[in-house]
């Protein structure tokens, strides 16, 4: 059983910055991939940013520019850096993981709001 543990969401204005946090812990194998997920309400949950491991993370053309997906293996965690954020990225965001011979694992969602 793996957990997802999702930290830093909340509250910004237009043009301001959060950072998002994912630790993994439990029965840990090898993690290929980490990345973040999000939804809004009546929309469907899409990919916002990935890194595999030891290779280049990819983005959301939406995103691309002002957020950036980082990873310490070490410390099985993932972080989402978040600037210049619009009111269009209001949504919950959910990190997802997937480890060889166990597949996906998601977090619980962290809300992120940016309004003034």
């Known amino acids: 059983q793996v957990q997802l543990v999702e930290s830093g969401g909340g509250l910004v204005q237009p043009g301001g910055s959060l950072r998002l946090s994912c630790a993994a812990s439990?029965?840990?194998?090898?993690?290929?991939?980490m990345g973040w997920y999000r939804q809004a309400p009546g929309k469907e949950r899409e990919l916002v940013a990935a890194?595999?491991?030891?290779?280049?993370?990819n983005y959301a053309d939406s995103v691309k520019g002002r957020f950036t997906i980082s990873r310490d293996n070490a410390k099985n965690t993932v972080y989402l850096q978040m600037n210049s954020l619009k009111p269009e990225d209001t949504a919950v965001y959910y990190c997802?993981?997937?480890?060889?011979?166990?597949?996906?694992?998601w977090g619980q969602g962290t809300q992120v709001t940016v309004s003034s």
């Open positions: 997802n993981v997937i480890m060889t011979m166990v597949g996906a694992s």
């Open positions: 890194i595999p491991s030891g290779g280049r993370p």
């Open positions: 439990g029965s840990i194998f090898s993690i290929n991939v």
